[in-house]
């Protein structure tokens, strides 16, 4: 089922209509929380619902559990609104959008518990969101750090200008900058994303989502202690996942960013990299945040 949202009265561009698209999935029954879930960087919608080959639906495991799945697309992503001014589309603008969203969904799931998910990319946009907006009852941020991205070129030029800097780390990742919504090539990444034994029609199959992304997003990722800040805001229960093989070298780590929240669980994976659906032990992931997400406050 889509679910559409007008979120233009929130946002700054005029007269231009804009709109969060999504994709609701519902278990047979009641469900025991929904799960608004965001991808990161390079993907859209479809990293939560991946049905080209079969077992990576996250979806389709969260609703066998009893879970409703609201798989959505950011503002400048996928399906979403791609407004013209571009560099406004950034950290603060996607955040508004995103809770508007969801102040919309809460009204077609009256006194449900909404948990926001978010990987990579979207993760920090998920805890920007609550940081300005307090918008869920509990947030999940995985594979995402809010240190230093040792994965990425340029980290010694203009130390003085760490947005200068920023730019010219996300341009080094990027054909199409100057478009705006920009688009990277997977392959440079594939050693990040996977572990050796994800199999290549997943990978093949995986590398033809590649979605843009509007290019402010990126750069404020990149800007250090700039997402750190709207972590130390969070103050509900939060559920960090990293891959053993992910990003971050130092994953525990993280949890400092948090000094507000007073409920926080971290989970390495065993055997997964950044993109933890395609790695062989997704499911123990999947899992956890079912369970984290309907266990009692």
């Given at each position: 089922?889509?679910?559409?949202?007008?979120?233009?009265?929130?946002?700054?561009?005029?007269?231009?209509?804009?709109?969060?698209?999504?994709?609701?999935?519902?278990p047979?029954?009641?469900?025991?929380?929904v799960?608004?879930?965001?991808?990161?960087?390079?993907?859209?919608?479809?990293?939560?619902?991946?049905?080209?080959?079969?077992?990576?639906?996250?979806?389709?495991?969260?609703?066998?559990?009893g879970?409703?799945?609201?798989?959505?697309?950011p503002?400048?992503?996928?399906?979403?609104s791609?407004?013209?001014?571009?560099?406004?589309?950034?950290?603060?603008?996607i955040?508004?959008?995103?809770?508007?969203?969801?102040?919309?969904?809460r009204?077609r799931?009256?006194?449900?518990?909404?948990?926001g998910?978010?990987?990579?990319?979207?993760?920090?946009?998920?805890?920007?969101?609550?940081?300005?907006?307090?918008?869920?009852?509990?947030?999940?941020?995985?594979?995402?750090?809010?240190?230093?991205?040792?994965?990425?070129?340029?980290?010694?030029?203009?130390?003085?200008?760490?947005?200068?800097?920023?730019?010219?780390?996300?341009?080094?990742?990027?054909q199409?900058?100057?478009?705006?919504?920009?688009?990277?090539?997977r392959?440079?990444?594939?050693?990040?994303?996977?572990?050796?034994?994800?199999?290549?029609?997943?990978?093949?199959?995986?590398?033809?989502?590649?979605?843009?992304?509007?290019?402010?997003?990126?750069?404020?990722s990149?800007?250090?202690?700039?997402?750190?800040?709207?972590?130390?805001?969070?103050?509900?229960?939060?559920?960090?996942?990293?891959?053993d093989?992910d990003?971050?070298?130092?994953?525990?780590d993280?949890?400092?960013?948090?000094?507000?929240?007073?409920?926080?669980?971290?989970?390495?994976?065993?055997?997964?990299?950044?993109?933890?659906?395609?790695?062989?032990?997704?499911?123990?992931?999947?899992?956890?945040?079912c369970?984290?997400?309907?266990?009692?406050?």
């Amino acid at each position: 089922m889509e679910f559409n949202a007008d979120v233009s009265r929130v946002l700054e561009f005029g007269r231009e209509k804009t709109f969060i698209s999504s994709t609701v999935f519902l278990p047979d029954g009641e469900p025991e929380a929904v799960l608004v879930c965001w991808p990161g960087g390079s993907y859209d919608r479809r990293y939560w619902c991946f049905d080209t080959v079969p077992g990576y639906d996250f979806a389709g495991h969260a609703t066998g559990r009893g879970l409703a799945v609201v798989a959505a697309d950011p503002l400048g992503v996928g399906g979403s609104s791609k407004p013209s001014h571009v560099d406004g589309v950034d950290f603060v603008t996607i955040s508004a959008a995103a809770d508007e969203f969801v102040r919309q969904l809460r009204k077609r799931f009256p006194g449900h518990r909404l948990v926001g998910i978010g990987h990579s990319l979207g993760g920090a946009l998920t805890v920007a969101t609550q940081a300005l907006h307090e918008s869920y009852d509990r947030v999940a941020s995985l594979g995402m750090t809010h240190g230093a991205k040792g994965f990425v070129p340029g980290e010694d030029n203009h130390q003085s200008d760490p947005r200068k800097k920023a730019v010219e780390q996300a341009q080094a990742i990027f054909q199409d900058w100057d478009a705006g919504y920009a688009t990277g090539p997977r392959q440079p990444f594939h050693h990040l994303f996977y572990r050796p034994d994800t199999p290549a029609d997943v990978i093949a199959a995986d590398d033809e989502t590649a979605a843009a992304w509007p290019r402010q997003s990126y750069v404020d990722s990149l800007v250090p202690g700039y997402s750190g800040k709207f972590a130390a805001q969070v103050k509900c229960p939060v559920l960090l996942c990293f891959g053993d093989h992910d990003v971050h070298e130092h994953p525990r780590d993280e949890v400092a960013f948090y000094t507000s929240s007073n409920d926080i669980r971290t989970l390495v994976l065993e055997n997964a990299a950044h993109c933890h659906n395609f790695a062989t032990t997704r499911r123990t992931l999947w899992d956890r945040l079912c369970t984290w997400s309907t266990e009692d406050d």
